[in-house]
Structure formats: C-alpha cells, structure tokens
C-alpha cells in the first residue's frame, strides 16, 4: 500500500515535539514527510527543510503559502494530512485552513485557545469530512488499551474511584524568563490560552482518565497556582471530578514538583478491583481484586488481550515506550484515512471539545465561590 503524503507546520529546529512527531509517523512505514512550514525564522526554516532532505520547493515561509502552492500541485503529489506542532495559538487557524483546504490535521493538544475556537474546528472537521487527530499520546500505549477494555467488559464491575496525576518539575525555577524558548511560549497567555499547566498537561491526565474509565466529567471543584512569583498562568492544579453514573475523581497536575520527570500515574476503582498504570513503567499494568492475590499483565507477555496485542511491536521483555504510543495513534489515523476497515480508535474532535470544556471549568471554578462547576454547556449543578 503506497505511503500517505505529510506536511508539518511548526516543529523546526531546536523543536521538541515536532522530532517526535516525525519519528512516530515514521515508524510503520506509511507516510513520507514532503513539505513543510517549520517556522516563520527563514533561517531555521531552510536548515529544517535541507536536514530531512526536502525539496526546498516545497518548504515554505508560512502555513498559508503551503496550502495555496500544495494545490497547484498534481492531486498523487500535494500533502495529504498536516501535522501541526506549534503554540497553542496556531492550532485553530491552522486545523480550520488546512482542513477547509480538503487536507486530514493531526494537532498537537490542547485543541485550541478555547470551547469557541475547538466548535470552529469540529464544524470545518464536519464540514471537510477529513480526519482530524490530537496527540493525547498517552492514550497510544498498549497496557493503556488494556486497561481500557478490562473496564469496558466489566471485569472491575462499576466505576467509583478514579486517580489521576501528572507531575513534572521543570518550570520550578523561572526559566520561562530565562530564555528556555519551551517554557516562555508555554507561560504566555497570547500563545499557550487560558492554562499554564492546565492545558500543558492537566488535559493529558483529564482526557486519559475519561479514556479509561469510559466515564465523562460532569462537574469540578478546582484550585488552580501560581508558585513561581510573576509567572502569568498557572504552573499548579488540583480537582475534584463528578463523573457519571456518580464516580469520583481526583486530578492532580503539577510543574512545580522539584525531582519529578514525567509522572504521569493512573488509578481507577470499582466494586470488585482495580488498576494502576505510570507512564515512568509503561510496560507493567497491575490489577488488584478485592478476593484474589493481585496481578501484574506486561507488553507483550502473557494475558494481554488479543485486539490489545496488535499494539505491540516487539517481544515481552524488549520496552516500549513513548514514541511507540505515539506512532499507534498515527497508524489508526492513517487506517480512518484509507478507511481500510481497520476501525481502532484514536483521540480526535470529542477528545478535543471535552478537554477544552474541562479547562474553562476548572478557571472558572477556581476563580469563583462555587463549590462545583459544570463541565458541559448547559448543565447546572
């Protein structure tokens, strides 16, 4: 099966996320990267476009000169699916161009700067007919999968307790006036929106618990921080989650934990057991039973489901890890593009919507007197 054809607007030198964006859609063999707008400095964008080997024809000074000349090309050349990895404040201007232009978007997260520009985006998603795709890579791993379908066929029975947080230390110090380009664009209401941590990765945690449980938020009671003095968004979050079908949630999400890395960690509890999963030890998932000693499932070993055995790329004892679960949300992105019949799911525009809802809620909770606030539009507590 011939390869799709990708571009990527953001990720040029010196770019973190943009390098993992490009070594996940590598991994599986099915997209080429032909074009690119990698940054708005012409500098670093040629030195991006010469180091992946591109045609310079076909590297352009902006997402806007990337769409108008990728249609004049013939229709087996131009970019079939953009990747786009730059500060929250492109996302949506980007997504809704590309998408009107007939092109699939995969979109770093959070959506968008807020609930009115991710509904812009839902309807030109709708309107377009094309795919669109966040990068909650989390949600990629295959013992997350596992997890998600040992709850889903009730093996826990009902839901009542979810855990989930995810601390990092690196913004303890005020490096975001320092220089540390990742952590100024980050902390900049104009390009990272209403959350600091929130939307860095509070929306991580919130969109891998409601992916697991299988439950939906209904209502926060939230406490957003600011610890490093003059920093403009928040570097620190705690919540209280309402789910459906009455679980109850706790959200803790944290840049300011001097020593920790990426900590993410995942809990979730029912009537007769539960599970526990961090991403430092992606592949080990242990489920406790209230009547039985507890079990550890690893990747690859024995015990994993079937359908969550296609995940895994290597034999049980060789570790899987980040960019893994990142490439298995491109390869179920590139099975709804061929519509191959290969139905796997991967985060996209509900994802999207519900986490951008849970930010406002949190800002709004925390900023007022109300015990809890609603997390959907139109709901009252």
């Known amino acids: 099966m011939s390869r799709l054809r990708l571009g990527m607007a953001g990720g040029g030198e010196g770019a973190f996320i943009g390098a993992v964006h490009r070594m996940a859609a590598a991994l599986d063999g099915d997209w080429d990267l032909v074009a690119g707008a990698f940054s708005t400095d012409g500098g670093r964008n040629t030195r991006t476009g010469e180091r992946l080997g591109l045609d310079q024809r076909r590297v352009y000074p902006s997402l806007d000169a990337l769409i108008a000349h990728e249609r004049t090309l013939p229709l087996d050349e131009r970019i079939e699916a953009l990747a786009i990895v730059t500060p929250n404040h492109l996302h949506a201007p980007m997504a809704i161009a590309a998408l009107d232009a007939g092109v699939h978007v995969f979109c770093e997260k959070p959506m968008a700067m807020s609930v009115v520009e991710a509904e812009a985006i839902a309807a030109a998603a709708k309107a377009s007919g094309r795919q669109f795709a966040l990068a909650f890579t989390y949600s990629g791993y295959p013992l997350i999968e596992e997890a998600r379908a040992r709850v889903a066929r009730g093996d826990f029975g009902a839901i009542r307790l979810v855990q989930v947080e995810y601390l990092q230390g690196w913004l303890s110090q005020p490096i975001d006036t320092d220089g540390n380009k990742q952590a100024e664009w980050r902390t900049d209401p104009a390009r990272a929106g209403l959350g ?186």
């Not at 991580?204 to 449980?213: D, G, K, P, W, Y």
């Not at 789910?243 to 509890?269: P, T």
């Not at 593009?337 to 406002?360: A, K, Q, Y």
Request: hydrophobic share 40%; with cysteine.
């Open 196 to 381: 600091g941590c929130l939307g860095d990765i509070g929306t991580h945690a919130f969109q891998l618990a409601e992916h697991v449980s299988g439950l939906s938020v209904e209502s926060v009671s939230a406490d957003l921080t600011t610890h490093v003095e003059g920093r403009r968004l928040d570097d620190d979050v705690s919540a209280l989650l309402r789910f459906q079908g009455g679980a109850r949630g706790v959200l803790k999400a944290s840049q300011v934990a001097a020593g920790e890395e990426n900590g993410l960690r995942l809990r979730i509890h029912g009537e007769r057991g539960g599970l526990d999963w961090s991403q430092t030890e992606p592949n080990t998932l242990t489920l406790r039973w209230l009547d039985r000693p507890a079990e550890i499932v690893r990747t690859g070993g024995p015990g994993m489901l079937d359908a969550t055995a296609t995940l895994v790329r290597t034999p049980a004892g060789h570790p899987e890890g980040y960019i893994e679960a990142f490439a298995n949300l491109y390869r179920a992105f590139v099975s709804a593009i061929r519509s191959d019949g290969n139905d796997r799911w991967f985060p996209g525009v509900t994802d999207g919507l519900h986490t951008m809802r849970f930010i406002e809620a949190v800002i709004a909770n925390a900023a007022s007197d109300q015990k809890w606030t609603s997390v959907n539009p139109g709901d009252s507590e």
